[in-house]
C-alpha cells in the first residue's frame, strides 16, 4: 500500500513538470511573436517590446475629437514611420511629447510615439491595427 502511494506520488510529480515545460515554451514563443500591421502586413513590432507605462501596458483613451483609443506600451516598433513635430498638446502621459506613427509600408496610423524630457522613448500602439499571424 505505501508502495503504491508512492508511485502515485511520483507520476504526480512528472506530470507537473511536463506541464510547466510546455507552458514555458508557450510563453516563449508568444514573446517572440511579431505583430504585424493590420493593413498591409508589415512587421511593426513583436511582443516582446512591450512595456509598462504609468502602471499599465494597455491604456484606453480619449483624443479631443472624442475618439478612443485601445494602446499597448511597446519599447520600440521598427515597422513604424515618425511623422509631425513632437508636442506635449492634450499628451495622455504628462511629461511626454507625442507625434505620429504611422506604418512604415502603408502609411496607415498605427499610434503615436511618445518622448519625455529626460530622453526615454516609447511607443503607444492601436491594439486593434495591429494583427499576429
Ligand atoms: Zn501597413
Known amino acids: 500500500m505505501l ?16 506541464v510547466v515545460t510546455t ?41 479631443p475629437g472624442g475618439f478612443v483609443f485601445h494602446i499597448g506600451c511597446f519599447r520600440d516598433a521598427p515597422g513604424c514611420l515618425p511623422a509631425g513635430d513632437y508636442t506635449e498638446a ?3 502621459f504628462p511629461g511626454c511629447a507625442w507625434n505620429y506613427s504611422l506604418c512604415a509600408s502603408c502609411h496607415m496610423h498605427l499610434g503615436w510615439a511618445y518622448r519625455s524630457a529626460d530622453g526615454s522613448s516609447f511607443y503607444g500602439l492601436i491594439l486593434d491595427r495591429l494583427v499576429s499571424f
Request: hydrophobic content about 30%; some cysteine; glycine content about 2%.
Open 23 to 63: 507552458t514555458q515554451e508557450e510563453e516563449q514563443a508568444e514573446e517572440e511573436e511579431v505583430l504585424h500591421c493590420f493593413n498591409c502586413g508589415n512587421d511593426i513590432t513583436s511582443k516582446r517590446q512591450r512595456m509598462t507605462v504609468q502602471d499599465a501596458h494597455e491604456h484606453t483613451f480619449m483624443n
Open 90 to 92: 492634450a499628451t495622455w
Open 3 to 18: 508502495f503504491v502511494e508512492a508511485l502515485a506520488f511520483k507520476e504526480d510529480e512528472e506530470r507537473e513538470s511536463e
